[in-house]
């Protein structure tokens, strides 16, 4: 099963807000994935298919060998749902 990651800076607020859309948009697409929300300093020390999170913070991450994907808006539904289809 894939592996999604939320990264926000403080792993609460905006990162459970886009976990919950992420979770419902990929219900609405019929594919099957496990979500979750953490900060960034955790987030480098996990393993996931997809990162996703504001770009500002998650560009952090992209160290060549991760699926990185920074969103201008976090509350863009649109945006999250054409990153699912292209990632996953």
Known sequence: MKKVLVV?????????IVEMNVKKILAELGI???????????????QADLYIGAADIVEQLNDGTRNVVG??????????RDVLRSNL
């Open 8 to 16: 926000c800076g403080n792993g609460l607020g905006s990162s459970f």
């Open 32 to 46: 099957e994935a496990e979500v979750n929300h953490t900060d960034l300093a955790s987030s480098k020390s996990e």
């Open 71 to 80: 969103l201008n808006n976090l509350l863009d539904n649109e945006a999250i």
